[in-house]
């Protein structure tokens, strides 16, 4: 079945850093969402993509829909301690059904003090 | 209501016993999803409700899980003889369900613990 692989599966970083992290698939998505677990808590919506090539920003974090489709990635600037968590990617749109939702398994995010 | 509601927060039974978990979706959303959430793992899909149509149950792991949404509304998903492996959290997430813009917004979960 169609899967996301969602890189990399954890962090260490020290306050301040920028973080990079990506999603590729072999499907082609029609929307791309990154989302944020907390812990204790259910993932909250961060940055939605409609568009190939779309480049959009919500604060200190900046996502990118890929051309083809088939990747997007997320960056965070200057991190700080509350940015701690778990963040999944989502796809939507594969074989045009918007939804047929698929995630990544997690990019866990640990700030060392 | 202004979020996805779930209930109980937090639910520690015997091995064996049945337990409900229910979600209460955002006023209007007529798509709603449930998600099992091992400790530390992703998201794993259980079960997709999307106004009259039949559910997508593809993801439900065996014959002891079953939900069902009344009216278009809140939901209750059923584990049957439950099992140590069944604890989880289960997360439920609705949308107002429009093509090109499917935006899940999730409850806070139920955690269950399976003694």
């Known amino acids: 079945g169609q899967q996301l692989n969602q890189s990399p599966q954890s962090m260490f970083i020290q306050e301040g850093e920028d973080v990079s992290m990506n999603c590729t698939s072999s499907s082609i998505f029609n929307t791309w969402l990154w989302y944020k677990q907390d812990p204790g808590e259910g993932p909250v919506l961060l940055i939605a993509?409609?568009?190939?090539?779309e480049l959009t920003s919500n604060g200190r974090l900046t996502a990118q829909f890929g051309i083809t489709r088939k990747d997007s990635f997320l960056n965070i600037s200057a991190s700080i301690p509350s940015d701690v968590g778990i963040y999944f990617c989502?796809?939507?749109?594969?074989?045009?059904?918007?939804?047929?939702?698929?995630f990544g398994k997690g990019t866990r995010l640990h700030i060392l003090p | 209501g202004a979020g996805v509601s779930q209930s109980p927060s937090n639910k520690v039974t015997e091995k064996g016993k049945d337990v409900e978990l229910r979600c209460d979706p955002i006023s209007g959303h007529t798509a709603l999803y449930w998600y099992r959430q091992s400790l530390g793992q992703g998201l794993e899909f259980l079960i997709y409700?999307?106004?009259?149509?039949?559910?997508?149950k593809s993801g439900l792991p065996s014959d002891r899980f079953s939900a069902e949404r009344t009216g278009g509304s809140v939901s209750t998903l059923t584990i049957q003889r439950t099992q140590q492996e069944d604890s989880a959290v289960y997360l439920c997430a609705s949308s107002l369900y429009r093509t090109g813009a499917n935006v899940l917004t999730f409850g806070a979960g139920s955690r269950l613990t399976v003694l």
């Open positions: 989502a796809g939507l749109g594969v074989l045009g059904r918007d939804d047929k939702i698929i």
């Open positions: 993509l409609y568009k190939a090539g």
């Open positions: 409700f999307q106004g009259n149509s039949a559910p997508d």
